[in-house]
């Protein structure tokens, strides 16, 4: 019973109600400031969160990491305080994970080349939230920027979630970097055709779209002379947020187009000689 196990009590001294009722007030202080310490930094998160979402000029993907660094930070400093109330010396275990940083940073050096490029993402911003871009063969719209990861939504709705390391360790495409995109199509007539009308009737029809822009000037030039037809390459630009919708419109109705112009449209054809023996 004069066994000392611990802080310098005895068995004895633990089996006391003074004990008892002691353990169960730190238990209770611990429990309070944990859960006082999540609702503040639940807290700070929403705030700068809230903050980043009100000025039009501020960065949002920013803000909403900065956010998730003051909730980790107070949640730790929650912790800390828990370990006081236990009387164990927060200094000490401090040095302690001083110590074994670098064993951690051996073991976790995956997860820790995420986080690092996390910070890269945010700080250098090669996209944002919301913005639609190809990362590592994958395409979709950024949805979250994690510490770890990076989530888009795909076309067709689908969650993506990409190792950060991945996505800064690869080649970004950011459709929606700039304000405008120029489309790029490719339409084919017959040798015959008159290529004169042909070129007017692809120009009005475009440029009959309120979509797109006369500045820069689009360009409708024949291309190419195929196997079985003359090329119009045709380049018009437009707002990035109308590109996909534009391009696929005007490939039916420049078709139409020529169609009702009298214009004809080739497609391969084979000719077979049969060569008497």
């Known amino acids: 019973m004069n066994t000392v196990l611990w802080d310098g009590k005895t068995i004895a001294d633990l089996l006391t109600l003074e004990f008892f009722v002691s353990a169960i007030g730190s238990v209770l202080a611990a429990l309070a400031i944990l859960f006082v310490g999540f609702l503040v930094g639940g807290w700070a998160r929403r705030r700068l ?19 998730n660094v003051a909730r980790y930070i107070v949640i730790g400093f929650a912790f800390l305080f828990v370990l006081n109330t236990f009387g164990i010396q927060t200094t000490s275990v401090v040095a302690v994970i001083g110590a074994a940083g670098l064993a951690i940073g051996l073991a976790l050096q995956g ?8 910070v890269m993402i945010v700080f250098f911003r090669p996209f944002k939230i919301g913005d639609f871009v190809e990362v590592n063969g994958q395409m979709g719209t950024v949805k979250e920027i ?46 015959g055709a008159n290529l004169k009308l042909a070129e007017e009737t692809i120009r009005s029809t475009i440029m009959a779209d309120e979509r797109a822009k006369a500045d820069p000037e689009p360009f409708i030039q024949v291309n190419n002379l195929g196997d079985s037809s003359v090329d119009f390459l045709v380049r018009v630009w437009c707002d990035s947020a109308d590109y996909f919708a534009f391009q696929a419109d005007m490939k039916r109705q420049v078709k139409e187009a020529l169609d009702a112009a009298g214009v004809d449209i080739p497609f391969p054809t084979r000719t077979v000689v049969q060569v008497q023996g």
């Open 111 to 118: 997860t820790l080349s995420n986080v690092a490029a996390g």
């Open 146 to 191: 994690a510490l770890n990861f990076t989530e888009l939504a795909s076309i067709g709705n689908v969650q993506i979630i990409i190792p950060n390391s991945e996505v800064w360790g690869n080649t970004i495409i950011n459709y929606s970097s700039y304000d405008t995109r120029r489309a790029e199509w490719t339409f084919g007539v017959g040798y």
């Open 49 to 67: 969160v809230n903050l980043g979402g009100k000025y039009a000029h501020l960065d949002v993907t920013l803000f909403n990491f900065l956010g």
